[in-house]
Structure formats: C-alpha cells, structure tokens
C-alpha cells in the first residue's frame, strides 16, 4: 500500500500530494484527515511526483502536515448486484438505508467506456406516459434521453414521478389504424439526486413507496447538505447500476437525474480550483464533453434486452434556456420537455411549453404498428396550430379581438381549447395515446377544414369526427 | 525506434521525456497497452502528446513509443461503407474484436489486408506516367469505381502491371524511376491528414450542387467544390439538413463527419443508409457513403483529428475526378476540442477561452475544398470537386461567438437557422432574411441552361415579395391587416404560400423530401401566376374574400407533393387558376360551374 503525508497545498476540494511513486491518472485515493475525518479522492492530474487529488467529500478538517492519503491503485468502482433493487445509497454508492452491505455480483469503474456506435440499436419503441403533451406531441422512446427544462418552484418533480409510474411500452399493432395493448416487461428505475433538499429527495421517495415502486427502484442519493464534489461520482455511480441492470439483467431501466445544474456547479468549483481557463459563464470549456459521458449513457445495444432511458431533470437558472446547462445539454440530448411559467401560474399541470420542447426521436417511435398512422401528421397540425393561435392572440392583445380575421379568431379558440384540456391533465390521469389522439382530434375540428395542411387528405376522412360522420 | 517515459499526465493530454528524434505530429505508442497519440509540442527533450484513448491509469514512468511517422490515413479501396473512428479505426472492425463498448488499446487497421479486390489495369508495361495517373481501376462496388493513381510526387516508367486479385497491400505492378530505382505499386496510399493532398491548378466551381431541399436549391444554392455552414441552436434542424443533403445531392461520393455529436445519430445513418435508394444510381445510398463517427463521448483528442481523417478521404476520391460533398458536424465540437487541448498545454486563450490560432485551422480546413483539376498527365480532362459543408452549434444560438464569426469569413454560403421558425414547425428553419449564397450569380448559366430562363427571375420575385412581407407584417403588428392596400393583402397571401407551399418541406415525408430543380422552378411559377392572376382579378371587381378563397389554392397547396411524373399536373392547376379568377360577377360563375365538376 502506497501511503504519503506529503500533502503540500490544499486548494478548495483539491490537494496537491508531493513525492509520490507509480500513481496514475483517475486512481482513487483515500484521505484522512487530522480530525478523523475521511474522504476518498481521485487523481486529476499527475506530474512527475506530485499528484492532484480531488477529495469527494470535501477538505474540512485537513491540513498538509497532518493528512495521510493513500493510493488504492484503482479508480472509483461500485460493486453491482440486482440486490441493489429496493436499496437507498449514498452519493458514493454506500449503503444509507440502514441495510447490509451489497455482495458485489462484480465491481465496475464509475467511468464506464462508451458504446461502440456501430453497436447501438435505434430507439424505437414508444413509451406511453400517459401524459398527453408528450405522449401526442413529444413521445419518449425506449433508449433516449429526454431532460426536463424546469426552474424553481415549477412541479418537474411530480412531472418525473408521474412518468415513472405510468411509463407504459405498448405492444406492436398489426392495424395501422389500432393502438397495441400495454406490455409488460421487466424494468427498474435508478434515481440520483445531486444536491437536492432532502423534501424534494423524500418526495420521491415516498412517491416509490406508496406505488411500491421501491421495489424495483434503486436510488442514490446526495443532498443539499452533502458535499459537493461527491455530485461529480453521484450521475456515474447511478449509471454504473443502469447499465449493470440493462445490459446484464437485461431490464428496460428508467434513469432520473436530478439536478443536473448542481452537478455542473460542482464541476465548475473544482475548475475554479485548478484556476482552469473558462468557457461561458465560467464554466469549464470541457463541460459539454462532460455532460455528454453521461447523458450518452443512455440508449440500446444490439443484441441485448434491456435498455436504458434518461430523463435528467435541470433547473435553469433564471428560466434562461441559453444559460450554459441547458444549452449544452440541448445539444446532446434527444430532445428536450421545458416547462413554463406562465402556464404555471395560470395553474396549468403540467406546464409544458409545448412549441419549443422537442423530442428528436418521435419519428422513430410513432406512426403505424407503434403508434398509430395519423399520429405523426396529427402532432405537425397540433403544433402549427397552436403556433398560429398564440400568434394571433398577440395581436389581438395589441389590436383587439375584433381585428382578427374568422380564421385567426378559430385559432385563438383553438389554442386556449388546446392549453386547458390537451396540455392541462390530472397528476394522477393516466391518458392512454388512443385517448390523446381523440383528443387532438376533437380539438382541430374547431379549424377549418382547409386549414388542415399537415395531415394527408386520408386521415382527415378517417379520422376527422365530423368527416367520420358525414 | 526511440522510446521515452511519461511525466505528466493531465486528461487527454501527457508529457514525456525522451523522445528527442521525433518530430511534431508524429504518432507516438503510449503506454504500455500501446495508446494512439499524437505529438503536438515540443519543448526542449518534452513533447506533449495528445492521446487518442482515455488515459485513466497512465502515469509516470510509462514507456512512450515513437514510430517516427505522422498522423495519417490509409487509402484505398475498402472505404466505401465503412463506419470509422476520428482516427480511421474501423468501429465495425473494433466491435467484432472487443463487443459492444469501446475498449482501449483495440486497433485495426483502416484498410482490411486480407480482402482481394479484382484489379484492372489502364497503362501497360513500358508507359510512363507521373503523380496522379491513373494506372488502373477496381469496381468498389456496383456506384464507385476506384481509380488507382499513381502517389504524388512519384513518377516513372512502368516496369511491369498485371491484372489480378489482389489485397491492398500486395503490388500490381512495379515503376522504374528516371533513377533508375525500382517502386513497387500498391492499392494504397498512406497520406499525413495535416497535409492537403495536391492538384493541378484550382477551378472556379460554378455547377450546382443540387440538394433537393428547395430553400437551399432555390434560393441559397451552393456548387460542386463549394463551402457552406449551417448554424443555429439546438433543435433548429442542422442535423436534418446535413442528413438530407447527405441522402440526396447529386455528388458522387459523401463523407460524413459526426464530430462530437450524438452516438444515436450514427446509429441512424447506418441502419438508414443502406436501405435508402440513391435516386441517380438506384443503389443503396451507403455505397456511396463514409462515415467518420467520433461521438461526443468518445476520446476528445480523436474528435479533433476526425475532421482532417475525414477532408483527407475526400481529397483522395477528388483526386480520381469526383464530386465529393463533405459534411462536418459540428464544427463546434471540433474547436471545443481544440480548445480542450490548447487549455492543458496552458496555451494564452483567445475569446471565450479558444485558442488564438481557431480562425486560421478553420479557414485552412474550409480552403481543402475546392474544384480542381486533377494531378496527372491527363490533367485538365480529369477534374473532381470537394464541397463542404459544416453545421455550427452556437452556444445559446449566439451567432455573434467566436466559431460562427470566423466561420462566416471563409464560407460562401450561410444558411441561418431560427429557433423561432423551429418552434412554428416550419422546416427547414432556414431564415430567409438572413440566409446569403454567394454562388448565386455563378450557377445562372448551369439554371438557364437546364431549368429554365426564368428561374432566377422567379426566385428573385419570390424573394422581393418575402422582403416586403416582412416589412409589411411590422405595419399589420401595429394597425392591423385593413391598414394594407389590397394589393398589399394579396402581396401577404402570396408571401404566406411561398413560405408554406414551397419553404416548408417535410423530410419525413417521402412525397416531400426530395423535389428537382424542374420541380421547384414549377411550383414558384405556379405561385407567382397565382399572385397575378389575383391581383388581375380584383383590378377587375373580385372581392379578395373570394380570391383567397378559390379552390385551386388547396391544389397549389399540394403541389409540393406532385411526383416527377405527374409534371403534367402544373399544367391543370395553371388553367385552374386561369378559370377561377377572373374578375367580378364572372368569377361567381366560374366557381359555380367549378362547384358543379368533380372535385
Ligand atoms: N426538414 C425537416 N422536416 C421535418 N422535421 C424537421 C426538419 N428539420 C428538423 N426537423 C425537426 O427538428 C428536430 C431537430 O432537428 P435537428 O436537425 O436534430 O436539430 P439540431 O441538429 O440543430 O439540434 C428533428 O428531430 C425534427 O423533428
């Protein structure tokens, strides 16, 4: 065992170790500090024989003459088991529910390798959350990764909670016009938390509990009050487990990440130690392949059952869309749900701003066999529909209702049609896609017939509820 | 081979001591699992290496192996349909060897030595030729035909050339130098990515490229050898416009560079690809295709070489005399890891922590593409063109960062993409305000030719009239639509058909994807006699309540939709429109007996 008390400079979460041999890159270091306290590191950087140690949790109580730090000659691991269904760790993968310890079936490093991207199968299945402002306008598929835009105080929590409870894979239809049964299928959800208050931590929890979710859940957990450099393993430890239960239990595994924006703010701290040059906003200029070791994670491999689907939660600061986090998560995630608060406030559940949420895998997942035939040109009308509505509502602000034209004034009646009873839903209302289609169909029929351009002349025939009847 | 020992290692980055023969850009071993890496600074007897592979578990005292030759890449048949990494690791290849995750130290090389392919020669014993010649052709597969050259800077008398089944590396003949030396010729040719393959002399490229995708075609059109970049934020649809013109340009040979951004997005193109039908060979569109794949969570310094492994490969099927489109996206992920790179060397930054050299790697990466004529003694019968084009991910959408701006002063062509159009599902969300081409002009005569004489007529009308409505929308914000003239009303209706009946094209639908110069130049045409008829028929007394409201307007609307072969359908909707708007009570009547026809 290699053990040193040669700390010389300790810099915010970071120690500088002199005179050490044969340590290499990202070995796990374990500190100890004067006072008792412990803490495992990892070795950001070595150069001839000094080593720059990043101490998870956190400096206090070292100091240079009295830490002892030893290298382990590994890097930071999490033993995996399907014993970990049901068990609450912490942000480091130790157990803090008052369980036993796991018996790792194997032990695997936090980092994982990416997959070979001639491996990778296509998502393609659609998962129904029975929410219709995803289901009918950005569905989710099996295998992607969908983060939720939110701000403080907006209810992305229940959002999440509610997608986990109803995600729903449906059975291929042989019809295109019919939607397949639900299937069942064996799946689990791993939850990180980074830096949350331990009630919105207990919310979810309970949220397991009651639903008797828990039972296929693993969680992990670093709250608000836990140090914050443990937030840069809390993601990786998570993931580690996903991957464990997709690709060797062969689950479909559901992976929430929250918050995602107390996870950079980590990052930036330890970059700010190192006095690292900055990218926006200070953050470091590597945030964005950062985050993509994560959120590319997500997905399917060929040949092997499970899978694993990312709905990472961020709060943007100041609801800005262009800060930094969700920026460069945009960017690599496929697609993204972003609530609004004008919508909250007017008491709308769920509050997705539909126009510029996104989900890029939606042609893959809908459509005949999946979905149904008319669902893709459906969302395209939905979308433009509402687009022109809110439009004209605008000008109607400035020049007054009677201004509009007939057809604005159809769209104006639309687009508050399409707030209240498409968007807005129950926490517990679980629609089925059939019912979100009957839905946005009901709510077109207030337009025109002509002004339905986005869907083929056949599903307005077959689908339309006053051209059914006639 | 010298070998040296690591110092330092810090991310992707590590220093060794030793290596005091090799020169910058060499490849270098490191480690003793044997990691790629390049050198990319020397100081005194340190060199900084930039490693290809995670660096998790070097450290001081491991071995760094020189190899004392450059970056490079392996070229010649076998490219086609392959799938590599930023440094032409064959990923197909790799997954077979090590399964589905990447794991380090893997290798192979990009060529596959045990594959023959049947080779034919074109020169015979005792011709001489010179760098560039062609001395021979394999049929790659059933759309390329590989032209085997001589390498640059090489030339001779051919000893001897023989046909047969050979493997990349076996000789097909041998040269006799005026040296009197003795070279034997191989299928391949290894060149340093870093290092623009030469030509003859530089062409001004003035045929379009033709995408398919109106807005690009119509009104933003970039040529064969021509550059082009496409920013916007996330969601605006860069991927999609890279993907379509990737599927359907009318170029030979495409390269595609997914430089840092999603592993699914590969994903797609190879499962997608090979189904797709070219629509000039009639072949799967993969024949056609390589892909460079460096995902953005794969190694960070192989994300930066991917594009040179990339340009390279295109130069080289430039070099045999064809048309070669190159996408790249994103360019931004490529400078973040340039940036990534310059910050561990301690570099003095630039703007937004990039390094001070980003304008000239871009503008030097940019000026790779061109028309040219080809090396060889049968240069000027032989030319061949690279086009590039790059998508640009700018933080926040901000066009005014340092990659969009020294972006914009090489590129000819700017396609800007809108969130705000995105949002309102109008795809492509190219902004036509803003959006430019410089080729404009130059494919004038390629349009008059073979479209029409009118066609750049049409455009310009068209793009007048999307002018004015946008400075006739900021009146109709303040004071309502009645502020506007009739005239003005029906200049707003025509503006909202182009943009919706010939802007908007859906790349999911297959009777939308794709349209033909032809194609667009008939439905601008169909538009535009629209826009004068109406304007005619209210000059006579028709109400713009019953204009707007004519029947063939859903026709016009559809139009987009019209397959080649129903050409002849313009032709109907034309007389429709002549029928239906016509001034004042006659109008009444032609709608009547229209009411009364079959619909
Ligand atoms: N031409 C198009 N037709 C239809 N949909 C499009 C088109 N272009 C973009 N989209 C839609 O926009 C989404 C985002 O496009 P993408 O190219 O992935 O954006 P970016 O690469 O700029 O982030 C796509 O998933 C698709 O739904």
Redesign the interface.
């Known amino acids: 065992m290699r053990e040193y008390m040669t700390t010389r400079d300790i810099v915010g979460p970071l120690l500088l170790i002199e005179s050490v041999v ?6 796990l270091v374990e500190l100890e500090y004067p006072d008792g306290t412990k803490s495992l590191g990892n070795v ?6 000094v080593a720059l140690v990043q101490a998870f949790e956190g400096t206090r109580g070292s100091n240079p003459s009295g830490t002892k730090a030893k290298f382990l000659g590994r ?1 930071l691991e999490l033993g995996v088991s399907r014993d970990m269904l049901g068990r609450v760790f912490d942000g480091l993968g130790r157990p803090n529910d008052g369980g036993p310890e796991i018996i790792p079936e194997k032990r695997l ?1 936090i ?13 393609d299945d659609f998962i129904q959350t029975g929410v219709s402002a995803i289901d009918g306008l950005n569905p989710l598929v099996r ?1 992607q990764k969908l983060p939720i835009f939110s701000g403080s105080g907006l209810p992305h929590n229940e959002l999440a909670a509610q997608i986990a409870r109803q995600a729903a894979v449906l059975a291929r239809s042989a019809q295109a016009d019919a939607v397949g049964e639900k299937l069942e299928g064996e799946f689990a959800v791993v939850f990180a938390a980074m830096g949350i208050t331990f009630e919105d931590a207990d919310f979810f929890t309970q949220e397991f509990r009651t639903t008797s979710a828990i039972e296929r859940a693993v969680l992990f957990l670093n709250l608000a009050d836990d140090p914050a450099v443990e937030r840069i393993a809390t993601p990786r430890m998570a993931l580690t487990a996903a991957e464990y239960l997709a ?1 060797e239990c062969d689950m479909h595994v559901l992976v929430i990440l929250t918050d995602m924006t107390y996870y950079c703010e980590a990052l930036r701290e330890v970059s700010a130690a190192r006095k ?5 906003r200070g953050y470091p ?2 945030l ?2 950062d985050l ?2 994560i959120y ?2 997500a ?1 399917r ?4 059952a499970g899978s694993i689907t990312q709905v990472p939660i961020l709060s943007m600061p100041d609801d800005d ?4 986090i969700p ?2 998560t ?3 995630t ?3 749900i972003i609530l609004d608060r004008n919508l909250h406030r007017r008491g709308i559940y769920p509050p997705v701003a539909v ?2 949420s ?1 989900s ?2 939606k ?2 997942g809908i459509g005949p066999g999946k979905t149904r035939e008319d669902h ?1 040109d459906l969302s ?1 009308q939905l ?2 529909a509402y ?2 509505g809110l439009q004209a509502k605008e ?1 109607a602000v ?2 007054g209702e009677a ?1 509009l ?1 007939d057809t604005d004034k159809a769209f104006v009646a639309f687009a508050d049609a399409f707030e209240d009873r498409f968007i807005r839903q129950g926490k517990h209302e679980e629609r089925s896609v059939a019912e979100t289609l009957a839905l946005g169909w009901e709510l077109v029929a207030l337009l025109p017939r ?1 002004e339905l ?1 986005r869907i083929k002349d056949e599903y307005v025939a077959k689908y339309l509820p006053a051209e059914k009847e006639a | 081979m010298e070998q040296g020992k690591i ?5 992707p980055l590590v ?1 060794a001591e030793g290596l005091i023969e090799s020169k910058m850009y060499d490849l270098v071993r490191v480690g003793a699992e044997g990691l790629m890496g390049e050198i990319i600074e020397m100081r005194g007897d340190r060199a900084s290496i930039q490693v290809y592979e ?8 491991d071995p760094v192996d020189a190899t004392g030759a450059p970056l490079s890449v392996e070229l010649g048949p076998g490219m086609l349909e392959s ?1 590599y990494d930023g440094v032409q690791r064959p ?2 290849v ?2 077979r060897m ?6 380090r130290g893997v290798t192979a090389p990009g060529l596959d030595r045990e594959k023959r392919w049947e080779f034919t020669p074109t020169v015979s014993a005792g011709e001489r030729v010179i760098g560039g010649d062609i001395i021979g052709t394999v049929q790659e597969n059933v759309v390329i035909e590989h032209r085997i050259m001589v390498p640059p800077g090489v030339s001779g008398t051919i000893a001897d050339i023989a046909p047969g089944a050979y493997t990349v590396t076996d000789a097909v003949g041998h040269l006799t130098t005026d040296g009197g030396d003795t070279i034997a010729l191989t299928m391949m040719q290894v060149w340093p990515v870093r290092m623009a393959r030469p030509y003859a002399r530089r062409l001004s490229a003035a045929e379009p490229l033709t995408t398919g995708t109106r807005v690009i075609d119509t009104f933003f059109p970039i040529v064969k050898g021509g550059v082009a970049c496409i920013p916007g ?3 605006a649809g860069k991927t999609v416009t890279q993907h379509q013109i990737a599927k359907w340009s009318n170029a030979e040979v495409v390269i595609f560079i ?1 430089c ?1 951004e ?3 997005e ?3 193109v ?2 997608e690809f090979p189904e797709l039908v070219d629509p000039y060979s009639g072949e799967p569109l993969m024949k056609r295709t390589v892909l460079v ?1 460096n ?4 190694p ?1 310094a192989a994300r930066e070489a991917s594009v040179y492994t990339g340009i390279t490969m295109a130069e080289y099927f430039r070099d045999m005399g064809y048309n070669v489109v190159l996408q790249a996206d994103s360019t931004s ?1 490529w400078a ?2 340039m ?2 790179i310059s ?1 561990r060397l301690e570099e003095m ?1 630039g703007d ?2 990039f390094p001070a050299y980003l304008g000239t790697k871009l503008a030097a990466f940019y000026e790779r593409a061109g028309k040219v004529e080809c090396l060889g003694a049968d240069s000027g019968v032989r030319n061949g063109s690279v086009s590039v084009v790059g998508s640009v ?1 700018p ?4 066009l005014s960062e340092p990659v969009v701006q020294n972006t914009l002063r090489v590129v000819k062509v700017f396609w800007a993409l809108q ?1 705000q159009l995105a ?3 109008h795809f492509p969300a190219i902004d036509w305000l803003t959006s430019y081409s410089l080729y404009l002009d130059k494919v004038e005569t390629y349009w008059n030719a073979e479209v029409s004489e009118e066609y750049r007529g049409r455009r310009d009308r068209c793009m007048a009239i999307l002018q004015r409505e946008n400075e006739l929308a900021e009146i ?7 502020a506007l003239s009739p005239e003005e009303q029906i200049l707003m209706e025509t503006a909202k058909s182009i943009r ?1 009946d010939f802007l908007q094209q ?1 790349a ?1 639908r297959d009777d939308d994807q794709f349209s033909s110069l032809k194609e667009q130049d008939l439905l601008l045409k169909t538009i535009l006699l629209f826009h004068e008829r109406a304007i005619e028929a209210h000059a006579a007394g028709a109400a713009l309540k019953d204009i707007f409201a004519a029947p063939v ?2 026709r016009i ?1 559809r139009a987009k939709y019209l397959g080649p072969e129903d050409i002849d359908q313009y032709e109907s909707i034309a007389s429709d429109i002549e029928t239906q708007l016509v001034g004042g009570g006659a109008n009444e009547d032609a709608r009547a007996v229209y009411a009364g026809g079959e619909r």
């Open positions: 044969d340590v290499t890159y990202g070995e950001l950087e070595v150069n001839g024989d890097s490093s980092y994982g390798s990416p997959i070979n991207p001639t491996a990778r199968d296509f998502p295998g690709y690292e040059v900055p990218g926006r200029g590597y964005y392949t993509a070791t590319e994670r997905g491999v060929k040949g092997r869309k262009t800060h930094p920026d460069l945009g960017y690599i496929e697609g993204q126009l510029p996104l890029r895998l042609q893959k893709a395209n979308f433009g687009a022109r000008l400035i020049l201004a034209s002509t351009k | 110092v330092k290692v810090a991310g220093v995670e660096t998790e578990g070097l450290g001081p005292g799938v990923l197909d790799l997954e090590a399964g589905a995750f990447l794991a934020p996330f969601g997914g840092g999603r592993g699914n590969m994903t797609d190879l499962m794949a995902t953005s969570n794969m960070v992920r973040e890891a940036r990534e910050g930054p937004e922590g991910s933080p926040g959408g901000d969130d949002f309102q599902r109709v914000r303040l004071v309502g639509l009645e919706e859906n999911f307007r859903e609307t």
